[in-house]
């Protein structure tokens, strides 16, 4: 029988199989656990806006990503049902920026997660938070004995 710190590290590589996304904007899953996940991502000069500052949407998508890979860390099938972003400061090119997701609540079906976008220096760049759903499931055949 796995253990729930075991498990969430076979959710989140079940999940980067095929996470196409994350790999094409050098998104990097840092660590995982039941609720939590960690990941980074370099600012790229493809990823800068007519500001020259990190575009929103790239900083959105670290966020979402780190959120996805918390709310499926407990081996449910898990979307997002909602999302919201507050971008607190710029990010700029070559800024290092660092997600890190934990689980707020989480019901039968319906979660809420923060997440926390820093840049290399531990400036708050964004607060995040989504609203999961578990639609069914599991991204991980469970072992025998193990309880849901």
């Given at each position: 029988?796995?253990?729930?710190?075991?498990?969430?590290?076979?959710?989140?590589?079940a999940l980067?199989?095929g996470?196409?996304?994350?790999?094409?904007?050098?998104?990097?899953?840092?660590s995982?656990?039941?609720?939590?996940?960690?990941?980074?991502?370099?600012?790229?000069?493809?990823?800068?806006?007519?500001?020259?500052?990190?575009?929103?949407g790239?900083i959105?998508?670290?966020?979402?990503?780190?959120?996805?890979?918390?709310?499926n860390?407990?081996?449910?099938?898990?979307?997002?049902?909602?999302?919201?972003?507050?971008?607190?400061?710029?990010?700029?090119?070559?800024?290092?920026?660092?997600?890190?997701?934990?689980?707020?609540?989480?019901?039968?079906?319906?979660?809420?997660y923060?997440?926390?976008?820093?840049?290399?220096?531990?400036?708050?760049?964004?607060?995040?938070?989504?609203?999961?759903?578990?639609?069914?499931?599991?991204?991980?055949?469970?072992?025998?004995?193990?309880?849901?």
């Amino acid at each position: 029988m796995s253990t729930p710190e075991q498990l969430a590290r076979d959710c989140g590589e079940a999940l980067w199989v095929g996470d196409q996304a994350c790999r094409a904007l050098g998104v990097t899953l840092v660590s995982i656990a039941p609720g939590t996940a960690t990941m980074t991502m370099r600012v790229e000069p493809d990823m800068v806006n007519g500001h020259d500052l990190c575009h929103g949407g790239l900083i959105f998508t670290l966020a979402d990503s780190c959120f996805a890979y918390a709310c499926n860390s407990e081996n449910f099938n898990t979307v997002a049902a909602g999302a919201r972003i507050e971008f607190l400061a710029p990010a700029r090119l070559g800024d290092q920026l660092t997600a890190s997701a934990h689980q707020v609540q989480q019901g039968r079906r319906s979660g809420i997660y923060d997440v926390t976008v820093v840049n290399q220096t531990h400036q708050p760049i964004a607060l995040f938070r989504g609203n999961s759903h578990r639609i069914g499931g599991h991204l991980v055949e469970a072992s025998a004995g193990e309880i849901e």
